[in-house]
């Protein structure tokens, strides 16, 4: 697959650059060595997990979901993590839309151990 990106840094303290896949909606995160450590998905994208769509749906849906298939969610301030935090999914409008859709998810592809 040949996808045109974009590479940016995310902000001026960033180690390495991120890179922008735009006409799919995924960021490529990366390590200081280089290496991939992280894939963020936004709402025009569809994800999967076990069946259960992850975003562009009422967050609160999709944590009760992911609870029923035994994923265990963790409260934060800018939506919900699974898996000792390799997932994330998060909404723009968490904390002030008392429904906010799922705008993006995060996934680790290390774990803590590893950084």
Known sequence: MNLEFREFKKTEDSINTTDAFRSVGVHI??????????V???RHSQ???SGVQLVRRVLSEVVSELSTIGLIPKLEDWGYSFLDDTLRIGSEDFGIDPDPVVSSIYVALKTPKDF
Request: proline share 0%.
């Open 47 to 49: 994800v999967f997990l």
């Open 40 to 42: 963020e998905v936004f």
């Open 29 to 38: 995160y990366h390590d200081a060595n280089d290496q991939v450590d992280g």
